[in-house]
Structure formats: structure tokens, C-alpha cells
T-cell receptor, first 112, second 112 residues
Framework: NAGVTQTPKFQVLKTGQSMTLQCAQD?????MYWYRQDPGMGLRLIYYSASEGTTDKGEVPNGYNVSRLNKREFSLRLESAAPSQTSVYFCATEDRSSYEQYFGPGTRLTVT | LAKTTQPISMDSYEGQEVNITCSHNNIATNDYITWYQQFPSQGPRFIIQ???TKVTNEVASLFIPADRKSSTLSLPRVSLSDTAVYYC?????????????FGQGTRLTINP
């Protein structure tokens, strides 16, 4: 089992470009999450999805959109990237029986 | 969302017991207390979770007093590989998902 996978691992964008970060899980979990982590800081919740077909804003949703394509996949889109979105992005799923969240390896994004 | 406060950094030595205390004065009745560990360039990893009194697993113990306004993560006999950032979180469940708030965490350094 791969657990939680994220693509790409690294990405460099110019200001104004768009891109989609992909996340997939094979853990059969309903809840999925997108976080960002700036250097030296804790993670901040961008968006989450409690189940297929539902999404909700987290703490820092501005500048992002999400799609819960199916139970396995939850993507994060930057429509017009800004330098302030330079960060490491983590996707996570949650086991509802234990409330334990499982994190992917992260995508390191740089916007110049 | 309940906020947590924990020391920014701690130092200890191999073989020692390390206790990291976290305060969460505004914890709600239904909230659980969860601790995660994060190594550089990796996503956080679940350590332990509890609601009240004491919880123990194969890697740590969690002590929660009766008023639940604080909690202490205890790591027995630490090794160099326990050097990491440790996050104390209080979960806020909303419509089937858990909105976690990560603070800056405690940077634990274990010395030989």
C-alpha cells in the first residue's frame, strides 16, 4: 500500500502561472486535507473534504481551489500563483475510527 | 478552535525521559488532545491521542489532568532519532472532519 501520495515533489512557478497539486490515497478514508507549511512554522489548513462530494474552507483558503474527484483523489489548484504561496504543501487523510491523520511526503513549491 | 501553547524548544540527552507540556485553556468538552511528530522534509506523524487521564502506547505516554486545560507528552529513554518537532493539537470536529490547528510546535534536540 502506498498510503498517501503527492505529485509533483517539487515545482517552480512564475507569478501568475497556474498549477494543480495532486493527492491520492489508497487507505479508503473518507476525510482528506490540504495544509501548507511555511519555513519554521506549523501547518495551516487550507481546505478539507469530509467525504466524496464535499469540500470546506480551512484557515487559509484564499488563492486556492480544491476538487474531491472521487474517494481516492483530492486536488489543490492555484489559479494565479503569488510569491506568498511559496511553501511546502501536505495532503493528509484521516482514519475516522481513531482520528489519526496520515500525511503525504509533501510538495515543495516556489513562486518567483 | 482551541489554541495550544507549548515551549518553542527543548534540549535533552540520550537515555533521559523527556516531558513536553502543552496548555489548552479553551479546550471544548468534545475535543481530543493529539500529538504529532515531524522530522525535517517529512509530513507529521501521529504519536498519541487522549481525552482524559493517562494514555500509553509503544512510543509515548500522555498525561491529562482532570480539568483538561493542559497535557504532558512523555517520551521514555529518548535517543538521537527522537530529535524532531512535536506538535500538540486539539481537534475541532466539524461535519465529519477534524480541523486541526498546528502551532509552532516544540523543537526537541537530543544530544549524545
Amino acid at each position: 500500500n502506498a498510503g498517501v501520495t503527492q505529485t509533483p515533489k517539487f515545482q517552480v512557478l512564475k507569478t501568475g502561472q497556474s498549477m494543480t497539486l495532486q493527492c491520492a490515497q489508497d487507505m479508503n478514508h473518507n476525510s482528506m486535507y490540504w495544509y501548507r507549511q511555511d519555513p519554521g512554522m506549523g501547518l495551516r489548513l487550507i481546505y478539507y473534504s469530509a467525504s466524496e462530494g464535499t469540500t470546506d474552507k480551512g484557515e487559509v483558503p484564499n488563492g486556492y481551489n480544491v476538487s474531491r474527484l472521487n474517494k481516492r483523489e483530492f486536488s489543490l489548484r492555484l489559479e494565479s500563483a503569488a510569491p506568498s504561496q511559496t511553501s511546502v504543501y501536505f495532503c493528509a487523510t484521516e482514519d475516522r475510527s481513531s482520528y489519526e491523520q496520515y500525511f503525504g511526503p509533501g510538495t515543495r513549491l516556489t513562486v518567483t | 478552535l482551541a489554541k495550544t501553547t507549548q515551549p518553542i524548544s527543548m534540549d535533552s540527552y540520550e537515555g533521559q525521559e523527556v516531558n513536553i507540556t502543552c496548555s489548552h485553556n479553551n479546550i471544548a468538552t468534545n475535543d481530543y488532545i493529539t500529538w504529532y511528530q515531524q522530522f525535517p522534509s517529512q509530513g507529521p506523524r501521529f504519536i498519541i491521542q487522549g481525552y482524559k487521564t493517562k494514555v500509553t502506547n509503544e512510543v509515548a505516554s500522555l498525561f491529562i489532568p482532570a480539568d483538561r486545560k493542559s497535557s504532558t507528552l512523555s517520551l521514555p529513554r529518548v535517543s538521537l532519532s527522537d530529535t524532531a518537532v512535536y506538535y500538540c493539537l486539539v481537534g475541532d470536529e466539524y461535519q465529519g472532519a477534524q480541523k486541526l490547528v498546528f502551532g509552532q510546535g516544540t523543537r526537541l534536540t537530543i544530544n549524545p
